[in-house]
């Protein structure tokens, strides 16, 4: 893993049909913009929100922001066109939808082989089907584009019948096992979307608790939601401090060699220290990006 952290607090998904999302898109503060084709585009309007996605990613513009293209799935009348235009787009990241097995990660990568190195495989985790075999799937990054996993809770409660509340209680032990897959093989990871876009106390809460499980960000649906994110994303202050004592204290000629020292009365290990450098990578990373 030698490739410098980028950061992925906020990821908005925009209707790549939708020509005013598009341009204020490029002016927001979202770390990813997630053009859609699937389910924020009606029938009737797919093949020109292709066009439209194909274009913006040509036209550029997006600054420090990651791409991502979302495409059908090969399963319906647009995924293999999706999958072919994206190829030729190249984008950041191709995203698909409703992944359940090994075999159908392989099958989106062999629609992108002649894409350029640079575009990776994220696929939702949204599937009842997929939950037996998360770490299978992620393992997959081992020998295909595959980058990334982004939580499909909508889809899911969908398809569980479930009605989650404030608390997301049925979606719990998803989360915990989708960010343990994806960490497991050195998957980037983010949350699902929150709906109630007019409520941020609601979305800050929801946000909070992503940050818990351990996931990079939280995928988003509308520009209000960017500024928040970001905010629970961010390593505040006083992790900075945290961060920055411990490798300071590691580096003190008394405490080389050792494994186990105390930081502000507490213990801390070697693997606090690791905790500790990427606190301060992110925070790094954030104050020299968009
Ligand atoms: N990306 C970029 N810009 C967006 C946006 C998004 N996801 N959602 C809204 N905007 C823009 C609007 O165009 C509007 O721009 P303006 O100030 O230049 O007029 C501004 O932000 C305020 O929008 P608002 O009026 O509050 O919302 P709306 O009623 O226009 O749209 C939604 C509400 C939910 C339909 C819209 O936010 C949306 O389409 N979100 C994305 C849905 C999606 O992609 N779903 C798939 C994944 S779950
Ligand atoms: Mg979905």
New binding site residues.
Partial sequence: MTQPFRPRRSA????AS?P??LA??RT?PADVVIL?L???VAPESKAEARAMAVAAVAEGGFGQRELVVRANGLDTEWGADDLATAAVAGPDAVLVPKVSSPAEVRAYDAELASAPAHTRLWIMIETCACLPVLHDLAACAGDTRLAGFVLGT?DFAKEMRARPGLARTPFLPILTMAVAAARAHGLVVLDG?CNE?RDLDRFAAEAAQGLEFGFDGK??????QIAPCNAVFSPDAAEIAWAEAVEASFALPENAGKGAIKVDGKMVELLHLDQARRVLAVAAAISGGT
Avoid at 12 to 15: A, H, K, M, Q
Avoid at 219 to 224: A, E, N, R, S, V
């Fill in positions: 908005l998904y925009l209707p939708n005013k999302a204020k898109a927001l859609d699937e389910d924020a909508n979307v876009f995928t988003l649906i509308h520009p209000d």
